[in-house]
C-alpha cells in the first residue's frame, strides 16, 4: 500500500488579484477618488492589526503583466475570517472599480517527508508546540520588495505517477529538492500552502525576494531536479512589487 503523506497545517491563506478598471476610475470625481483610496488604507491598516497581534498575516503587491493590477494576500486562523475580510472588501468603494482576474485559496502546510523520524515512530513532543514549525505554520509575511506567486501539481501520468511512489522513494527526492532552497536562505523566502480539495491545484508557492531575479535562478535551477523536471506541472505565474500607502496614491492617482 502507498503511504500518503502527513502533513501539519498552520494558516489559512487567500490570494485575491484584481484589475482595476481604470476607464470608470477616471471618470470618477477627485473628492470620490480621494474617499475611496482613503477608505482602502483604513481596510488596509484594519487586517494589519492581525500582524501586529501575530494572529495573521498580510501581503500587498502590485502585479506586473496582463494578469493583475494587483493582488492581496491574507492569512488567517480560520476560512471565516478569510471570507469575512473578502466580502468587507467588496464592500468597499475602490471594489466597484476592480476586476477580479484570479484567487486561490489554500493553507500553510510542513508535511513529514523532511522529518527526521520514520513513519510508525511516536512523536517526542506535540510539532505544534514546536517554535521553530509554528514560526513555518503561522508565518508573518515579509515586506521585501518582491512577490513571485504561482500554483503546481504533482504529476500522475504512466512513468510518472507520484502518488504511485513509496514513501522513502519520495522522501529522499524531496530532501535533495528540499536543498536547492535552503541554498537561497536570505535571498528568497518561501511559503508552501497546499490546496487539494480547496482550489484547482494541489499547491501554491509564494516567494519574496529583495532581488527580482532571485525568483529565476531559483525556479530555474530547480527544474533540473528530478521533483521538478520529472514530476511537476505549473500554472500560472505571478510576480510584482511591493506595495505601500505612498505607493498606493501614486499607483490610484489618474494623472
Known sequence: MIEAAQTLDGWYVLHDFRSIDWASWKLVSEEERQAAVDEFINYLEKINEADIAKTGSHAFYSILGQKADFMLMTMRETMEELQDLENEFNKLAIADFTIPTYSYVSVVELSNYLAGKQSGDEPAEDPYQNPHIRARLYPELPRWEHICFYPMDKRRQKGANWYMMEMDARR????????????????????????????????????????????????????????????ADFGEFFVGNIMDNEKLVKFLAVK
Open 172 to 231: 529522499e527526492l524531496m530532501r535533495s529538492h528540499g536543498l536547492i532552497g535552503r541554498s537561497y536562505a536570505g535571498k528568497v523566502k518561501q511559503i508552501i500552502s497546499g490546496s487539494i480539495g480547496f482550489d484547482d491545484h494541489e499547491w501554491g508557492v509564494t516567494l519574496f525576494a529583495h532581488d527580482v531575479l532571485e525568483f529565476k535562478k531559483l525556479i530555474y535551477e530547480m527544474r533540473f531536479d528530478e521533483v521538478s523536471a520529472r514530476y
